[in-house]
C-alpha cells in the first residue's frame, strides 16, 4: 500500500526537473517582459505597437508557465500555492491603433 513504486519515483523526479525548468524559464520571460515595458515608454507608437503585442504574448506564456508550475506541483509534489499568488494581474491582451 504504502510503498514506492519506480515508476512513481521517476515520475516525481521528473516532475521535479521540468518544474525547475518552467522556473528558470519563468523568470526570463519575466525579465523580458519588464525590459519590453520599460522600453515601451521611450519608443514611437509603431514600435510601442509591436513591443504591447509582444508583451502580451509573453504575459499570456507567462501565465500557462505559472499554470504548468502549479499542476506540477499540486500533481506530483503535493504542494499548493495560496490562492492568488501566482501571475500578475496585467491585462492578456492588447490592441494596436
Known sequence: MGEDHPMDRQQVAQAVELVRAL????GEM?????????QNVRTS???ACTLRAEAAMLRRDIK?????IDRLEHRYLNMRRPAGGSTSSAPIGTRCR
Open 23 to 26: 522556473r528558470v524559464q519563468l
Open 30 to 38: 519575466t525579465s523580458q517582459l519588464g525590459w519590453i515595458e520599460r
Open 45 to 47: 507608437n509603431a514600435r
Open 64 to 68: 500557462e508557465a505559472q499554470s504548468l
